[in-house]
C-alpha cells in the first residue's frame, strides 16, 4: 500500500489536504489521518478527489456515458458482419406478383377493393421451390444476406400467422413461404432477415390509428402480435427491416420503443433499420445512393422505377451489370451497403433477364471480392480526386482500387496524387502493372488497348500507396500548369 499526502493553497485559503490510499482493488479516500471517510468524492483543483460526485458515481459524466459507450461497443459487434457483407437481396413477392400489377403498391394506386383484391389468392400459386431458386440467385450474385417481405401494404401475411386469416397458410397456397425462405437462405450460407411494412391498407383500424385511440391499440396489437410470430417462430433472423410508418407520424404513437425493446429481447443480435422513426443500427435512402454520417444501406430496384416487386417491364429498363456493379461501386466508397430489389414472377420463377444480369454480376465480383467485401475506409475528398474522368475509387488503408470505367489505351495517367506509390496490378488476375510516379502524376504503362473486362467494363486496379493516399491539392482541379 502506498501513502500519498496533499496540501494546495489557492486565493490565500489553504484546503484541507487528503491522504488517498492506494491498493490494487481499490482507491479509498479518508479525511486527515484516514480515520474519516468521505462516502462522497470529486476531483479536486490539483486532480486529486476531493468531497463531491466520484466520477464514477451515480449521476456523474463518465457514469452517465458509460452505457452509451457499452451500447456502441454492442452494436459494432452485432454490426461486424453485416458491414463486411457489402450487398444484398430484397425478395418482393405477394399477392401482387400479378401479370396485371405494376407493383407491391398497386392495390392503392388502382383503388382496388379488398373483397376484390382477396380473389387474388386462388391464383397465387408459387411453385415448390421457388425460395431455393432466390436463394441460389443471390448466392451466385455474390449477396451475402437476403431480407424476405413477410407483408406489404396489402395486408397479405406469407406466414402461419395467427393474427388474421389473411395469410399464406389459411389461403391462397396453403404454405408458410417465410419458412421456406428461411430455410433455403440457410442452406446457402445466406444471412436472412424479414421485412414487415406497418401500414395495412385492408385495416381500416390503421386508417383511424392517427385519431381513435381504440383503432390505434387493434393496429399496434395486430403489428406486434405479427412481430412477435416472426421474431420467435424461425430461429435466429438477422435484420428486422420495418417500412413505411405512414398511418401515425411519431414513433411515440408507434409505441416504437416498446416495439423495439421486443425483438431485442427475442433475437439478441439483430440488426434493425431506422423505419420505425428511431435511428436504431442504420439508415435507408431508398432510390438514390448517399453515404450517411452512420452505418446505411441503399434500397434500389433494378429498374429505378420505384415500383417495387414483379412486373414487365422492356429489356432496355433494367439495369445492366455495368449498372449494378456501379452501385456496388458508390455504396463501397462511401462505406454503405446495397439492398438489391428483387421481384419474382407470379410463379416464384426469377424473371430471365434479371437472372442473367445478377448472375453476370456475381461474375465479375470473382477475382474482384477484396475492393467490395470486408471492412472499407469510407473514400473521401482528401484521398483522391473527386472528378476523375476515367474511374472512382474504394479504399481499405493504404491501398487504393480505382476501378476504372472509361479505358484509355496503353498508359493511364492519374494527377494530384501525393503519396507514393509501391505496386500497381490487375485485382481480378493479380498481373503486375508497370508505372511512373512523381507527386502529383502516377502513368500506369504497358496495358491493354482494349478495356480487359467483358462483362461491366470496368476494369479494377490495385494500387498500394507507402501510406494513406492523399491529394496534392483540396481544389477540384489542381493548381497546376499543364505546359506549352
Not at 49 to 61: F, L, T
Not at 92 to 121: C, N, Q
Not at 143 to 170: I, P, R
Not at 384 to 399: A, D, E, I, Q, S
Given at each position: ?22 491498493t490494487?482493488a ?5 479525511k ?13 483543483l ?8 466520484s ?11 458509460a ?54 389468392t386462388?391464383e ?28 406489404h ?14 395469410n ?8 408458410d ?57 424461425y ?17 411515440e ?8 425493446a ?9 440488426i ?10 442504420f ?11 452512420r ?10 422505377t ?69 471492412m ?52 481480378k ?13 502516377l ?26 493516399p ?15
Amino acid at each position: 500500500m502506498e501513502t500519498v499526502a496533499c496540501k494546495l493553497n489557492w486565493s490565500s485559503e489553504v484546503l484541507t489536504f487528503y491522504v488517498v490510499h492506494k491498493t490494487r482493488a481499490s482507491r479509498r479516500l479518508r479525511k486527515g489521518d484516514g480515520v474519516r471517510r468521505r462516502k462522497k468524492t470529486g476531483i479536486g483543483l490539483d486532480g486529486m478527489q476531493v468531497r463531491g460526485e466520484s466520477p464514477r458515481g451515480k449521476g456523474s459524466k463518465l457514469s452517465r456515458e458509460a452505457p452509451k459507450r457499452k451500447k456502441e461497443r454492442e452494436r459494432r459487434r452485432r454490426m461486424k458482419w453485416w458491414h463486411e457483407a457489402r450487398f444484398g437481396m430484397l425478395v418482393v413477392y405477394g399477392l401482387y406478383s400479378h401479370p396485371r400489377f405494376l407493383g407491391a403498391e398497386d392495390m392503392y394506386w388502382a383503388r382496388i377493393p379488398v373483397k376484390e383484391y382477396e380473389k387474388l389468392t386462388r391464383e397465387f400459386k408459387p411453385r415448390p421451390d421457388a425460395a431455393r431458386l432466390w436463394a441460389a440467385l443471390a448466392k451466385k450474385a455474390g449477396m451475402k444476406y437476403v431480407v424476405l417481405a413477410a407483408k406489404h401494404d396489402d395486408g397479405f401475411c406469407l406466414w402461419n400467422t395467427q393474427q388474421t386469416e389473411f395469410n399464406s397458410v389459411k389461403v391462397g397456397p396453403k404454405r408458410d413461404l417465410m419458412l421456406e425462405g428461411v430455410e433455403a437462405c440457410r442452406e446457402m450460407g445466406l444471412k436472412v432477415g424479414f421485412g414487415f411494412v406497418l401500414n395495412d391498407w385492408r385495416d381500416p383500424d390503421c386508417v383511424r390509428a392517427a385519431k381513435s385511440k381504440r383503432a390505434r391499440r387493434r393496429h399496434l396489437d395486430f403489428v406486434q402480435g405479427c412481430v412477435r410470430e416472426l421474431m420467435t417462430n424461425y430461429g435466429k433472423i438477422d435484420i428486422f427491416w420495418p417500412d413505411y410508418p405512414a398511418a401515425m407520424k411519431t414513433p411515440e404513437l408507434w409505441e416504437s420503443r416498446k416495439t423495439i425493446a421486443m425483438i431485442r429481447e427475442l433475437q439478441p443480435d439483430i440488426i434493425i433499420n431506422n423505419r420505425l422513426m428511431l435511428p436504431e443500427d442504420f439508415g435507408t435512402p431508398e432510390g438514390h445512393i448517399a453515404a450517411q454520417d452512420r452505418a446505411w444501406e441503399s434500397c434500389m430496384t433494378l429498374t429505378g422505377t420505384g415500383l417495387w416487386g414483379w412486373r414487365w417491364e422492356p429489356e432496355e429498363d433494367w439495369a445492366s451489370p455495368r449498372a449494378i456493379v456501379e452501385m456496388v461501386r458508390q455504396v463501397t466508397s462511401g462505406g454503405g451497403n446495397l439492398l438489391l430489389d428483387f421481384g419474382p414472377e407470379p410463379d416464384g420463377t426469377p424473371p430471365q433477364i434479371v437472372e442473367e444480369r445478377l448472375l453476370q454480376v456475381g461474375k465479375w465480383l470473382k477475382g474482384n471480392e477484396e475492393a467490395v467485401y470486408g471492412m472499407v475506409d469510407r473514400v473521401e475528398r482528401k484521398h483522391f480526386h473527386p472528378w476523375l474522368k476515367y474511374g472512382r475509387w474504394t479504399r481499405k488503408g493504404n491501398v487504393g482500387y480505382l476501378w476504372c470505367r472509361h479505358w484509355r489505351g496503353r498508359e493511364l495517367v492519374i494527377v494530384d496524387e501525393k503519396t507514393r506509390v509501391k505496386r500497381i496490378s490487375f485485382l481480378k488476375t493479380g498481373k503486375p502493372v508497370k508505372f511512373t510516379w512523381e507527386p502529383g502524376k502516377l502513368v500506369l504503362k504497358g496495358l491493354p488497348e482494349k478495356d480487359p473486362d467483358r462483362i461491366a467494363h470496368t476494369t479494377v486496379f490495385k494500387i498500394e500507396f507507402a501510406g494513406v493516399p492523399r491529394r496534392m491539392s483540396d481544389h477540384g482541379y489542381p493548381l497546376v500548369w499543364c505546359g506549352r
